[in-house]
């Protein structure tokens, strides 16, 4: 009697102990179900927010694209890899690091005149170094550089009071301070224990920025390469049980990511949805990381075009911004994000919360968003006084412009309806028309839906990933021009299919040549972003008196539902003068 007594007190005693335990500390683990009901509502959230600010930042913007006099191509972030800088030389960086005109009000401030609805921010890139306050390491901001402030506490908070979700961009996998991370060969070629580096610097760093900075929307993690399965499962695991309610994207690795990434700049071709969602990081010039000579901005007209081009598919767009050394971002970006936010201002009705085209896309005259009884069409190229839609078998009570109201008159000529224009677009970007359905959602005719692709197929420049520091593109002409060949990075268009072609094509090119700029190769090749390139087409540019004409092209290509890249380029010299256009495919039967 007694001993049972005695022992129901000890027993009491420790629940009550690990009750108190637990309380004090943390609530008790989401399970699994709870975790998937909380990312589907996350995920939800994330789709309508469609237009994000990614910012990369860090030591690399001292250097800014030179090392020791030198101009260094390629992506400014990537200067410690590319010249083999050791470490010890790369950490002096820290010791000027000093960013006195960082104001988390003004980044956030200008994030939400561009109409970005979040914010993505480097806490620590490939290089090592963290932008955040951590115990776990002293490579960081507060202890290692002057300025010994955490300007990620000033940025979270100024996103959460201005409504803007926040993240934090992570290098889970490489890591070039660390001897035991993926990347640096140059410091330490020996063999590495990724479970070290894990254990001291990763997973105690990723437990402190879902701590300290509040909410956060997502972690962006990068360039997944030697973590095991079970490695990257304890890291989602990490995560979701501090925030159940935070997304993980495909860079994580080995499938455990909760949405797609697609490659940098890259677009699919069509709509693409049967994946889940998915999101394109951008940049605004060529560079992820500040570099002073970097001065390819895009042009707004392209980046609107794109927004709703990547919406119209089912993505969101990551448009990244490089804050220099000092804290500033680049007057450029500023401008271009705001004219992109003055757009949305008008426009954003046709973009926000919704979903994707029920339409596959014949050419780039036009791209399509829809909300119940609503169709948006977003018209990037104006057609002119008479705008001929195809495909639509909904009955349409009105149209007008989104950005004035103005009504649009129309009539229906067969399966097709024919619009009345004025002769100029009312938004030199993108001029919205919405149609109002008497259907819910659009019926569209067959052969007219997403995924019902003609045997003809137009792949545009301006679709294209132009890859390059010197390739250009002009609206004038709609055509890509300045095809320089390099030995790295060359110039080319780059068109993703997504899973959208399948089969041999024959080719049509749609180009103009100056009689001067005859006589370089033009390459036509398939191959994806590691794998090597299958050469299809070869073919020596023939003048057209720099009129466009379009010829077809001796050979086929073939392109299968895993093909990551389409890429045109010329070699040559007088390759630069070249305009392309277009190229048509053109499905071989079999
Ligand atoms: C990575 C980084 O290496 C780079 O510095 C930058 O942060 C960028 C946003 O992400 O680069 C990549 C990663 C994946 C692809 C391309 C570039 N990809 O899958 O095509």
Redesign the pocket.
């Known amino acids: 009697m007694e001993r049972k007594t005695a022992n129901v007190i000890v027993i009491a005693l420790g629940l009550s102990f690990l009750f108190a335990g637990a309380c004090s500390t943390s609530p008790p683990p989401p399970d699994e179900s709870e975790i998937q009901k909380r990312t589907a509502e996350a995920l939800k959230r994330f789709d309508d927010m469609k237009f994000g600010m990614?910012i990369?930042w860090g030591l690399y913007a001292i250097p800014a694209g030179e090392w020791k006099g030198k101009y260094v191509r390629g992506?400014g972030?990537?200067i410690m890899f590319r010249e083999k800088i050791p470490v010890a030389e790369y950490e002096k960086l820290a010791e000027q690091f000093n960013p006195v005109k960082f104001s988390g009000d003004e980044w956030a401030q200008l994030a939400q005149d561009a109409g970005m609805r979040y914010m993505v921010i480097?806490s620590k890139?490939?290089d090592g170094f963290a932008m955040f306050h951590s115990k776990a390491s002293p490579y960081n901001i507060v202890d290692a550089t002057p300025y010994g402030k955490d300007p990620m506490k000033e940025l979270s908070a100024a996103c959460a009071r201005r409504g803007i979700a926040f993240g934090f961009?992570y290098?889970q996998d490489?890591d070039w301070h660390e001897p035991n991370a993926r990347g640096n060969t140059w410091d330490f070629p020996e063999e590495r224990n990724p479970e070290i580096y894990l254990r001291n610097k990763v997973f105690p760093q990723v437990e402190e920025i879902l701590s300290n900075y509040g909410k956060l929307a997502l972690i962006?993690f990068?360039?997944p390469g030697i973590l095991s399965e079970a490695q990257v499962t304890e890291l989602r695991d990490l995560v979701k049980r501090l925030q159940p309610d935070c997304l993980l994207n495909s860079?994580i690795g080995h499938g455990k990511g909760d949405y797609i990434?697609?490659?940098?700049n890259?677009i699919p071709i069509q709509v693409y949805t049967k994946d889940g969602k998915w999101e394109v990081?951008a940049t605004l010039n060529d560079t992820?990381?500040y570099k002073k000579n970097d001065h390819h901005w895009k042009d707004p007209r392209d980046l609107i075009g794109k927004l709703a081009d990547i919406v119209s598919k089912g993505g969101n767009y990551l448009l990244?911004v490089g804050p220099t050394a000092e804290g500033v971002i680049p007057k450029p970006s500023q401008d271009i994000l705001r004219t992109m936010g003055k757009w949305l201002e008008a426009n954003g009705e046709s973009i926000y919360g919704a979903s994707p085209s029920p339409f596959y896309f014949p050419d780039i005259t036009w791209r399509a968003t829809v909300k119940p009884g609503k169709l948006y069409l977003h018209i990037l190229n104006w057609p002119g006084k008479k705008f001929r839609f195809e495909g639509l078998e909904s009955e349409v009570k009105r149209a007008y412009f989104l950005a004035n109201g103005d009504e649009v008159p129309f009539r229906r000529d067969g399966a097709a309806l024919i619009f009345d224009l004025p002769a100029q677009p009312v938004d030199p970007y993108d001029t919205v028309l919405v149609l109002e359905l008497a259907d819910e959602t659009p019926r569209v005719a067959d052969g007219y839906r997403a995924g019902q692709l003609p045997d003809r197929m137009d792949l545009y420049a301006w679709a294209a990933r132009l890859r390059g520091e010197e390739i250009r593109y002009d609206f004038d002409t709609l055509s890509a021009t300045n095809f320089v060949p390099a030995e790295q990075f060359a110039n080319e268009l780059w068109w993703y299919p997504y899973g959208a072609l399948d089969g041999e094509y024959e080719v049509e090119l749609t180009y103009a040549c100056d009689n001067a700029e005859a006589g370089g190769t033009l390459r036509l090749a398939t191959g994806g972003?590691r794998t090597p390139r299958k050469s299809g087409i070869e073919w020596k540019v023939s003048a057209t008196g720099g009129k466009f004409v379009t010829r077809k092209l001796p050979g086929k290509i073939t392109v299968d539902p895993k093909t990551g890249m389409i890429i045109l380029g010329i070699d040559g010299e007088q390759s630069s003068g070249i305009r392309v256009r277009k190229i048509t495919l053109i499905r071989q039967t079999v």
């Open positions: 990614f990369h992506i972030e990537w480097t890139h490939h961009y290098s490489q962006w990068d360039t860079r990434q697609t490659g940098d890259a990081p992820w990381g990244n972003r």
